[in-house]
């Protein structure tokens, strides 16, 4: 539980910062490119304005809420939808920030661009999940993680 709150914590400092962040971006660095802040999410299929509702809020906001309050951490069901929620924020907020730095123009005659990763960089994303459930596989086959287990193979 307590642990649960820590995170809870850091998750709303983080959603905070990412509120102040977001909102210095769409008013501050985006209009001094000469863009307005929606023709980033205009005319395209991939993204919009949901992206940023999806991150701060639904990701962000609520999981920080369910694990700061003790009533939320209590719940199976909230505590382990704050945990998925939370980690969805992290997975997001990289898509988020590398459309923000790939869309964006740079010189005066270009256009926002349409910004999907190519098959290296999925590749990339996925290959530290993968190698994390491996080391989780290694771990629990040969490391004594679980003491109890010896004595249940001993008596099988």
Same mark, same amino acid.
């Given at each position: 539980?307590?642990?649960?709150?820590?995170?809870? &914590?850091?998750?709303?400092?983080?959603?905070?910062?990412?509120?102040?962040?977001? &909102?210095?971006?769409?008013?501050?660095?985006?209009?001094?490119?000469?863009?307005?802040?929606?023709?980033?999410?205009?005319?395209?299929?991939?993204?919009?304005?949901? #992206?940023?509702?999806?991150?701060?809020? #639904?990701?962000?906001?609520?999981?920080?809420?369910?694990? #700061?309050?003790?009533?939320?951490?209590?719940?199976? =069901?909230?505590?382990?939808?704050?945990? =998925?929620?939370?980690?969805?924020?992290?997975?997001?907020?990289?898509?988020?920030?590398?459309?923000?730095?790939?869309?964006?123009?740079?010189?005066? =005659?270009?256009?926002? =661009?349409?910004?999907?990763?190519? &098959?290296?960089?999925?590749?990339?994303?996925?290959?530290?999940?993968?190698?994390?459930?491996?080391?989780?596989?290694?771990?629990?086959?040969?490391?004594? #993680?679980?003491?109890?287990?010896?004595?249940?193979?001993?008596?099988?």
């Amino acid at each position: 539980m307590l642990l649960a709150k820590i995170a809870g &914590w850091m998750l709303a400092t983080y959603t905070v910062a990412k509120i102040i962040d977001t &909102w210095y971006w769409a008013t501050v660095t985006v209009p001094a490119s000469g863009f307005n802040f929606m023709d980033f999410y205009s005319n395209n299929p991939l993204y919009g304005p949901w #992206i940023l509702v999806l991150e701060i809020v #639904i990701c962000g906001v609520i999981p920080s809420i369910i694990l #700061i309050t003790e009533t939320g951490r209590r719940s199976s =069901f909230l505590l382990i939808s704050a945990v =998925f929620l939370g980690a969805l924020n992290a997975c997001v907020n990289r898509w988020v920030m590398v459309l923000q730095v790939m869309a964006v123009p740079v010189l005066t =005659f270009e256009n926002w =661009f349409m910004y999907f990763p190519s &098959w290296q960089e999925i590749a990339t994303t996925i290959l530290p999940v993968a190698y994390g459930i491996i080391l989780i596989m290694i771990s629990y086959r040969y490391l004594p #993680i679980f003491p109890q287990e010896r004595q249940i193979e001993q008596i099988g």
